[in-house]
């Protein structure tokens, strides 16, 4: 069934996943983004990849619009909101330092691997959060109660159909049901994917306004 967003409740806790790759918690007014890699187009023109920089000005203003539409109390980024340290331009700095005062709502950075080394200033860092009986993550991490689940990134999840000899790929958020982990679909335009296991249960993004679970 296609539908704009799906819902689904972690004990009293209500999750929203929407198309638009972001998690939405209404009752606590935070919204999750996860792998933004600003940055990464830098990066690899510095290594003789020619690539366009207009990736990171869209994952702005996608970020500006989801802010303004959903309007919560905090923005928190699961991770990689960087792709590299050697890839930051002043420009870029001043504008994810601004982020806070732009958005008119705390920003909090849960760290991912890719963020090792920047010099992140007016965000909360941090190396995980957990409330109530949910975690927040870029990695997968262990727990040993089955009643928490685990919310991250990193993994990229991707689903590829064929049909003919043609293969596309398409972003969703996958569910480890074995171990309670929901995987965020990476948020920034220049990123990649793993394939999800069979196993994962599985949301997929068909548009910017469109959501399928299988």
């Known amino acids: 069934m296609i539908k704009s967003s799906f819902k689904f409740y972690w004990e009293d806790t209500l999750l929203e996943m929407l198309p638009s790759r972001a998690l939405f918690l209404p009752g606590a007014k935070e919204l999750l983004i996860c792998d933004i890699h600003l940055g990464k187009a830098e990066y690899f023109q510095q290594n003789g990849i020619p690539l366009t920089n207009n990736t990171d000005e869209n994952n702005f203003a996608r970020i500006e619009k989801l802010v303004k539409k959903y309007n919560p109390d905090k923005l928190i980024i699961l991770g990689d909101l960087f792709h590299s340290k050697y890839s930051i331009s002043k420009t870029l ?55 928490n689940l685990n919310i991250c990134g990193h993994y990229h999840p991707k689903v590829y159909l064929k049909n003919n000899g043609d293969k596309l790929s398409l972003r969703c958020f996958a569910m480890d049901t074995n171990k309670n982990i929901l995987f965020l679909p990476a948020f920034g335009d220049l990123t990649g994917g793993y394939h999800c296991k069979k196993s994962f249960k599985k949301w997929i993004i068909v548009s910017e306004e469109q959501i399928i679970e299988i």
């Open 93 to 147: 700095q001043k504008k994810v330092e601004d982020l806070p005062e732009l958005l008119n709502t705390n920003v909090e950075l849960v760290l991912g691997n890719h963020d090792i080394g920047c010099n992140i200033k007016n965000l909360k860092i941090l190396d995980f959060k957990k409330i109530k009986n949910i975690i927040f993550s870029h990695e997968p991490i262990n727990f040993k109660s089955n009643k």
